[in-house]
T-cell receptor, first 115, second 116 residues
């Protein structure tokens, strides 16, 4: 069965500092990986995804993620964090479910940004 | 445009009430999803509709009844809910290509449900 682990429940960074959020997955085949962000009381916004090809993926809001098969990881990075980046971040892996997809989410990492 | 809309934004209901949540998308997506999200937890899949047919029911209690009247619209009918059903209910949609490959789910803003 597929699973996703986000080891950090809560991370605090200073505005302007760099950020790395960790994500490890367990999946037998080629993983389809996503990062979503959720502001309090809001829905999930897609930051980026990896299906195949270049292992360094660029997303919205200046985020990027690197797929490392040897480490079963898909860590999210941002060179300089803004206060508006404070939110909950979910890593997810997907598999086909008939003609739809089924997402398995990690438990999330809450990012706090100090000014 | 990757917008999924949900109404209402907030809903308060008693345990004997009947209410419905609505989700709409106009991206031509053929798969639509309902998720339940409790505070400080990831979303949990409830139902999946693909090509207007229910394809996945994650053993959800019958007090939740989904409906997909057409490819753009998804409803969740609520009846005799319990206080523990209070949560954020999220709708999502995806293109659902016939090639049976994984595709991307786009989420709506959610409906915050409180059951008294």
């Amino acid at each position: 069965a597929q699973s996703v682990t986000q080891p950090d429940i809560h991370i605090t960074v200073s505005e302007g500092a760099s950020l790395e959020l960790r994500c490890n997955y367990s999946y037998g085949a080629t993983p389809y990986l996503f990062w979503y962000v959720q502001s309090p009381g809001q829905g999930l916004q897609l930051l980026l995804k990896y299906f195949s090809g270049d292992t360094l993926v660029q997303g919205i809001k200046g985020f990027e993620a690197e797929f490392k098969r040897s480490q079963s990881s898909f860590n999210l990075r941002k060179p300089s964090v803004h206060w508006s980046d404070a939110a909950e971040y979910f890593c997810a892996v997907a598999k086909t479910a008939g003609t739809a997809s089924k997402l398995t989410f990690g438990t999330g990492t809450r990012l706090q940004v100090t000014l | 445009d990757t917008e999924v809309t949900q109404t209402p934004k907030h809903l308060v209901m008693g345990m004997t009430n009947k209410k419905s949540l609505k989700c709409e998308q106009h991206m031509g997506h053929r798969a639509m999803y309902w998720y339940k999200q409790k505070a400080k937890k990831p979303p949990e899949l409830m139902f999946v509709y693909s090509y207007e047919k229910l394809s996945i029911n994650e053993s959800v209690p019958s007090r939740f009844s989904p409906e997909c009247p057409n490819s753009s619209l998804l409803n969740l009918h609520l009846h005799a809910l319990q206080p523990e059903d209070s949560a954020l209910y999220l709708c999502a949609s995806s293109q659902s290509p016939p090639s049976l490959s994984v595709d991307t789910q786009y989420f709506g803003p959610g409906t915050r449900l409180t059951v008294l």
